[in-house]
């Protein structure tokens, strides 16, 4: 079993929709992260949250850090296409440093 | 101010062969993680490594599979006597310091695929 449990693991949408992905654990983070990854590419960092009960907003992108930091959600308002790909999170524990990612979510944007 | 560089992009080996990746960290980071990925899975760490030192290998297999980071030149991933099973992509990760916490810039992976 993953530590780290990404919701949907799939998910397709026409452009201008709406959407949200989850990350969730059992276990408390220090920081959570998320990724974007493209076909044939590494992971690109999108934002870090630390803090219980924060939101970070990158244009139509936000982020949500749980109050119990051990969940994180990912917004995306007016989806297009170019939001297409794979969004990782990844956690680093709070009780040991490691760092750990969930398997993904894969978007699809259909123009 | 070039990002973590990976060679090969992609790699053929039969088995049995020996397979070597190479990742050139980000200009001064010197803390390097490898990660293994397969298909419609997320990132598995196998590797933490820091100039000449191994910090973490607690994902690595214990046989076949090993790493270095030299003091000078990249960090290696040597896997010997490849079977199809290892068929992965494999990202590497740079940061600036040790701190687990600290932002990782990934590499554009090496595609292994054994035959």
């Known amino acids: 079993t993953q530590l780290l449990e990404q919701s949907p693991q799939f998910l397709s949408i026409q452009e201008g929709e709406n959407l949200t992905v989850y990350c969730n654990s059992s276990s408390v983070f220090s920081s959570l992260q998320w990724y974007r990854q493209e076909p044939g590419e590494g992971p690109v960092l999108l934002v870090t949250?630390?803090?219980?009960?924060e939101v970070k907003k990158l244009k139509r992108l936000t982020f949500q850090f749980g109050d119990a930091r051990k969940d994180s959600s990912l917004h995306i308002t007016a989806a297009q296409p170019g939001d297409t790909g794979l969004y990782l999170c990844?956690?680093?524990?709070?009780?040991?440093?490691?760092?750990?990612f969930g398997a993904g979510t894969r978007l699809t944007v259909k123009p | 101010n070039a990002g973590v560089m990976q060679n090969p992009r992609h790699l053929v080996r039969r088995r049995g062969q020996e397979a070597r990746l190479r990742c050139s960290p980000m200009?001064?980071?010197?803390?390097v993680y490898w990660y293994r990925q397969l298909p419609e899975e997320g990132l598995k760490f196998m590797v933490y490594l820091q100039k000449e030192n191994i910090i973490d290998e607690s994902g690595m297999p214990k046989e076949r599979f090993s790493a270095e980071f030299p003091k000078e030149g990249p960090s290696i991933l040597r896997i010997q006597q490849v079977v199809r099973g290892d068929s992965a992509a494999y990202f590497c990760?740079?940061?600036?310091?040790?701190?687990?916490?600290?932002?990782?810039?990934f590499g554009p992976g090496t595609r292994l695929t054994v035959l």
């Open positions: 949250v630390v803090t219980g009960g």
């Open positions: 990760a740079s940061s600036p310091t040790g701190m687990r916490a600290d932002t990782q810039y």
């Open positions: 990844a956690g680093v524990l709070y009780n040991n440093n490691d760092m750990r």
């Open positions: 200009k001064g980071h010197s803390h």
